[in-house]
């Protein structure tokens, strides 16, 4: 037999064990929002295995230092979580930052994968790869059908370079690296940084400090009108493991949108948080922020099919959301 398809062959047949509650599990990022809630639900799966670094043990920047890490403790499994993420003022202030820190990481990661011959790798991309004014809902076949969103294009390319080096390797060295693009993200652990951060924990802050202040105004970004999708992280994780356990490259194809399948405006979203935070003022919008995307809505049919969908509400993962910033001021 020719000797790529033996090399297939036998990748092949080690994948097909499925993980296991003992196998060696590396989950790069672990502290951010998705890689927290992703260690939550492997330990709630009773995975008893699962390896760390913080980013000053192991800077996956470091291309020598994350291959003798993953030759050092050849994991399984690897759920790549770690990324340089930001709201879209992060990605249209440091542009170089974004591509350079997701380039490397990700590259880093998955060429040192494939070295240590492990088993599946998880890699996370962003709903940021479909084209500006894609169809929507946007399905896996819109991908490089147009221009992208300028404010957060250098990382959209990054995530695109991530989706092909999976699919690259998958098909030359028949390797089992699975990409998913999740839509924004919200829930416990996330980042409320004012400046940085995304819309929905930058509302939650904005009105919890108006309503203490007893400010009668708060300042949302943009005009409004942009249409967003949002996605509890818990369900994120719970959507990744259950790809991780049951579904493998060759039946996800080249990635797989992880989304709800519903969006709303940004006023909307604003009103919504408003009625959990308890805040009475008026909301006024500043037209010199960016709007961004005019809509970003995922069609979920292909992760339906493979077996999954979201199960928290918008009105209860804001609860939750405002919950865990609570606890987070308490502290
Ligand atoms: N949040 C969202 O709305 C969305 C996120 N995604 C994707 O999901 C994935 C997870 O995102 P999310 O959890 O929100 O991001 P977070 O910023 O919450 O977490 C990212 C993690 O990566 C770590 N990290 C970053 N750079 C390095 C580095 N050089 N070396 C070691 N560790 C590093 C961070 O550690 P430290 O903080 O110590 O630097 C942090 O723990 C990313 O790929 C992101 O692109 C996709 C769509 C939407
Ligand atoms: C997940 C995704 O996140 C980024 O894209 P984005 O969807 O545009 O992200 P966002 O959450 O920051 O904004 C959504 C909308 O909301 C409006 N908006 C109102 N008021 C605030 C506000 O106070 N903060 C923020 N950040 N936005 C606000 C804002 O003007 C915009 O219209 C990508 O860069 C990229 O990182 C990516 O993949």
């Known amino acids: 037999m020719h000797y790529v398809a033996v090399k297939v062959l036998k990748r092949l047949i080690i994948m097909s064990e499925g993980m296991q509650s003992e196998s060696k599990i590396y989950v790069a990022g672990h502290r951010g929002l998705v890689g927290s809630a992703i260690m939550r639900r492997l330990k709630a799966g009773g995975y008893l295995n ?83 004014f894609a169809p929507q809902p946007m399905n896996e076949d819109h991908l490089l059908t147009g221009i992208l969103e300028p404010t957060n294009e250098p990382y959209a390319i990054a995530k695109i370079a991530g989706i092909k080096m999976c699919s690259s390797y998958n098909r030359q060295y028949g390797t089992n690296f699975i990409s998913v693009m999740p839509t924004n993200l919200y829930g416990p652990g996330d980042n409320y940084d004012l400046q940085n951060s995304h819309v929905m924990p930058a509302m939650i802050r904005k009105m919890h400090e108006a309503k203490i202040r007893g400010d009668t105004k708060v300042c949302v970004w943009g005009s409004g009108s942009p249409r967003r999708e949002f996605l509890y992280n818990e369900d994120m994780a719970d959507a990744c493991v259950f790809l991780m356990e049951n579904r493998d490259a060759n039946e996800i194809g080249e990635f797989v949108n992880i989304g709800v399948g519903e969006d709303l405006t940004i006023r909307e979203l604003a009103e ?60």
């Open 50 to 132: 699962i390896i760390t670094r913080t980013h000053a043990e192991l800077d996956l920047i470091d291309q020598i230092a994350v291959t003798d890490f993953l030759a050092q403790e050849n994991p399984d499994y690897v759920f790549l979580a770690a990324a340089k993420v930001g709201g879209i003022l992060a990605n249209n202030t440091y542009p170089a930052d974004f591509i350079y820190q997701n380039l490397m990481i990700q590259s880093n990661i998955i060429h040192a994968a494939f070295l240590s011959k492990i088993k599946k790798l998880l890699f996370l991309g962003s709903s940021c790869i479909y084209p500006k």
């Open 272 to 331: 919504k948080v408003s009625r959990v935070v308890g805040y009475h003022g008026e909301l006024v919008f500043d037209t010199s922020k960016p709007d961004g995307t005019p809509q970003k809505l995922l069609d979920v049919k292909r992760l339906n099919k493979l077996g999954w969908r979201s199960k928290t509400i918008l009105d209860e993962g804001i609860k939750l959301a405002y919950q865990d910033f609570i606890k987070g001021q308490c502290v």
